[in-house]
């Protein structure tokens, strides 16, 4: 299947304004695009990018004072095939795990291992190590939040979420990333478009996405404890331990956005 993604956002900056970007496919994507997702900017801005500690493909740029338009529009190809279903899938114990994994184990921003280890436990301790632990998270997640755009606010972090039982894709994400790591099962964050293709309709307004993957026997699987169901057309922009790490926009002074306009669709 061919899949069209693109955005259209814009910023009013009272005096020119320093920002870093990730807004860009994930380089492991790079050879299913059909046509680049070039930054396109409105008055046009000087941009360099390069790759954050991560792998993830950032821009810098100043953005003017006044209104500035940044966009893109893109093709690309999808396998068209849900998430990967290993239900076999065995949880590594902590020494065997390579050391690169292991930065997703411990606590971040948004993901206070230390205030949720012992909920975890109480509420997971009984499962059994692997797949199935991360599912039943997954399960225990989804019921536990009720979604809402207007309980959306970017200092929320995953013990908040807990409490207060309401909020977006990302709450969901770092709510059920925390419940892994707690468990000794490395999990990191992951953003990008996922739009309603093989999901009947009403549809809600589109948005940038938040998922997570963990490491089990031996590689990285998609969790999305939001939808809680396997999802096609899945485009990933970028990986970190939280939604801080993978920004869309980091703006270095006041700001106004004006304008957000997220498309993900088929193209038939």
């Not at 259209?8 to 997702?37: A, F, G, K, W």
């Not at 939808?227 to 970190?240: D, H, K």
Request: charged share 20%; glycine share 8%; aromatic share 12%.
């Amino acid at each position: 299947m061919k899949i069209r993604i693109g955005f259209d956002i814009t910023y009013e900056c009272p005096q020119p304004t320093p920002m870093i970007l990730m807004v860009n496919v994930h380089y492991s994507r790079i050879s299913d695009m059909i046509t680049p997702d070039h930054l396109i900017a409105d008055p046009p801005v000087p941009l360099r990018a390069y790759r954050d500690s991560f792998g993830n493909w950032c821009s810098r740029i100043v953005a003017p004072k006044g209104l500035l338009r940044l966009r893109t529009d893109a093709l690309l190809n999808d396998s068209g095939q849900p998430d990967i279903v290993v239900a076999q899938a065995r949880q590594t114990p902590v020494t065997e795990l390579p050391d690169e994994t292991l930065m997703f184990l411990l606590g971040s921003r948004y993901c206070e291992t230390d205030r949720l280890s012992e909920i975890a436990w109480q509420l997971f301790g009984h499962t059994p190590p692997g797949w199935a632990r991360v599912q039943a998270i997954c399960d225990y997640v989804h019921g536990h939040i009720r979604f809402g755009y207007q309980h959306a606010r970017a200092t929320k972090t995953a013990w908040e979420t807990w409490h207060e039982r309401v909020g977006v894709c990302r709450d969901y994400a770092h709510l059920a990333i925390t419940f892994c790591r707690c468990m000794n099962i490395p999990t990191r964050y992951c953003t990008g478009y996922l739009g309603d293709m093989g999901v009947p309709p009403p549809y809600g307004p589109m948005d940038f996405a938040g998922w997570f993957e963990v490491w089990l026997d031996g590689n990285w699987y998609t969790f999305d404890a939001r939808n809680n169901v396997p999802r096609i057309g899945r485009v990933l922009i970028g990986r970190g331990r939280d939604a801080a790490d993978v920004a869309i926009s980091n703006t270095f002074g006041p700001n106004i956005l004006k304008n957000f306009v997220v498309m993900t669709d088929e193209v038939r």
